[in-house]
């Protein structure tokens, strides 16, 4: 792990690719995530972001680059599925994570934690604290409570927010104007266009994921567009 000022340097005006697959996915599994992960550094990416304690161990042994970690777990009656609890931050700790993003919106945590407490444990451990939000005011809270950066990762997954197909690129840029620590773009980028558009916004960084590193939904992209197209599949020419 660097110091909180080291890691943010080297993900400034960068790309972070989201290594990530769950159960059931083809992709599924840790060294298989490692693997993506050395291919997106390879291609010039940042930093990773990845899920899981087990994924994290893996793609640090695999790249040299900053690794930002969540968990991904469900609990009964409450909404917040990413890092909910001191607990998952634990675990990300003991697997060395760079950075650990969390769940910073106003929905109801598990287990009685609090955004509070889960934000001051980072910041007395010393790792830097990545606040996942869906509207500007839960930025600014973050910001108030000592976080690292934010990233508008949950905009349109909460039932409150802005519900579209691309980015929410006015809450990026009410966010990088409103917060004096950098805001980081993540959200249904899907094209490189909308990351150049996001940096020109003041995104401090991006984080692209399922554009990059889901195939089966890269390739559908493509299956659909030929079938508006009217484009038939078939064995009837060359490969």
């Given at each position: ?65 900053p690794v930002i ?52 444990f980072l910041n ?116």
């Amino acid at each position: 792990m660097g110091t909180l000022n080291t890691i943010l340097q080297k993900l400034r005006h960068g790309l972070i690719v989201s290594c990530q697959a769950l159960p059931g996915e083809p992709l599924y599994g840790a060294e298989i995530m490692a693997r993506m992960a050395a291919a997106a550094e390879e291609g010039g990416a940042v930093g990773i972001r990845a899920n899981g304690s087990v994924d994290v161990r893996a793609i640090k042994n695999a790249v040299s680059l900053p690794v930002i970690g969540i968990v991904k777990r469900d609990y009964p009656g409450s909404a917040v599925y990413i890092t909910p609890t001191l607990r998952e931050i634990e675990e990300l700790l003991e697997a060395g994570a760079d950075m650990i993003a969390f769940d910073a919106t106003g929905q109801k945590r598990p287990e009685d934690c609090t955004l509070e407490q889960m934000v001051a444990f980072l910041n007395r451990n010393g790792i830097a604290a990545m606040a996942d939000i869906s509207i500007l005011d839960e930025a600014i809270h973050a910001e108030t409570l000592g976080v690292s950066c934010v990233s508008t990762t949950l905009s349109g997954y909460t039932p409150y927010s802005l519900q579209q197909e691309g980015p929410n690129f006015e809450l990026l840029q009410k966010a990088a104007e409103r917060l004096s620590i950098p805001v980081i773009a993540e959200g249904r980028m899907t094209e490189p266009d909308q990351v150049r558009k996001a940096m020109d916004l003041g995104a401090y960084a991006a984080v692209v994921g399922s554009a990059i590193t889901r195939p089966q939904l890269i390739t559908g992209r493509f299956a659909a567009a030929m079938r508006r197209e009217g484009i038939n599949h078939g064995n009837d020419g060359p490969d």
